[in-house]
């Protein structure tokens, strides 16, 4: 009973923070904007086990574009689909060029990564077993509204709007 509470909760809070059709090309129009916006988060979710594979080199491109226009523009990104498994440290030799990826979105581009610490446990899995580098957001559509209040924009990536 509590498993399907929870499921319901999460669903209804992604349904309340994802607006209608917005996606990864919500990117051109943050740089026409004339000033800056407070930050970008980046919201990943996809039903691809190997989405990551696919999503770093995007969002690469998609911060350098932002940076260029915006230079010093805080980028979140908050993963919380089947990809963010990709992120486990169990997976790190597997997914090398994910992992390597996001390390150099962090060190080098001062990203924050995060995933979801609810959808983890649904598959058995804890804050530990991410490594040090990625983030744990006890739930990643709260994190992601706790960016929308601070002003952020919201850029979605996902299996249906790319």
Same mark, same amino acid.
């Given at each position: #009973?509590?498993?399907?509470?929870?499921?319901?909760?999460?669903?209804?809070?992604?349904?309340? @923070?994802?607006?209608?059709?917005?996606?990864?090309?919500?990117?051109?129009?943050?740089?026409?904007?004339?000033?800056?916006?407070?930050?970008?988060?980046?919201?990943?979710?996809?039903?691809?086990?190997?989405?990551?594979?696919?999503? &770093?080199?995007?969002?690469?491109?998609? @911060?350098?574009?932002?940076?260029?226009?915006?230079?010093?523009?805080? @980028?979140? +990104?908050?993963?919380? !689909?089947?990809?963010?498994?990709? #992120?486990?440290?169990?997976?790190?030799?597997?997914?090398?060029?994910?992992? /390597? !990826? &996001?390390?150099?979105?962090?060190?080098?581009?001062?990203?924050?990564?995060?995933?979801? !610490?609810?959808?983890?446990?649904? /598959?058995?899995?804890?804050?530990?077993?991410?490594?040090?580098?990625?983030?744990?957001?006890?739930?990643?559509?709260?994190? +992601?509204?706790?960016?929308?209040?601070?002003?952020?924009?919201?850029?979605?990536?996902?299996?249906?709007?790319?």
């Amino acid at each position: #009973m509590a498993y399907k509470f929870s499921s319901v909760f999460c669903l209804l809070a992604c349904l309340l @923070v994802l607006p209608a059709g917005v996606s990864a090309s919500q990117v051109k129009p943050i740089l026409e904007l004339e000033k800056p916006p407070e930050g970008v988060v980046i919201e990943i979710i996809t039903d691809d086990e190997d989405g990551m594979e696919w999503v &770093v080199p995007k969002v690469e491109r998609m @911060v350098q574009q932002l940076r260029q226009r915006f230079p010093g523009l805080d @980028v979140a +990104i908050v993963s919380h !689909g089947a990809e963010m498994f990709a #992120m486990l440290e169990n997976e790190s030799k597997n997914y090398s060029e994910v992992h /390597q !990826g &996001v390390q150099s979105l962090m060190k080098d581009n001062n990203v924050e990564l995060y995933v979801c !610490g609810t959808y983890a446990g649904w /598959q058995g899995h804890e804050e530990d077993d991410f490594p040090s580098y990625v983030n744990v957001a006890a739930v990643a559509p709260a994190q +992601i509204n706790d960016y929308l209040d601070l002003g952020y924009e919201l850029i979605v990536i996902g299996d249906e709007n790319d």
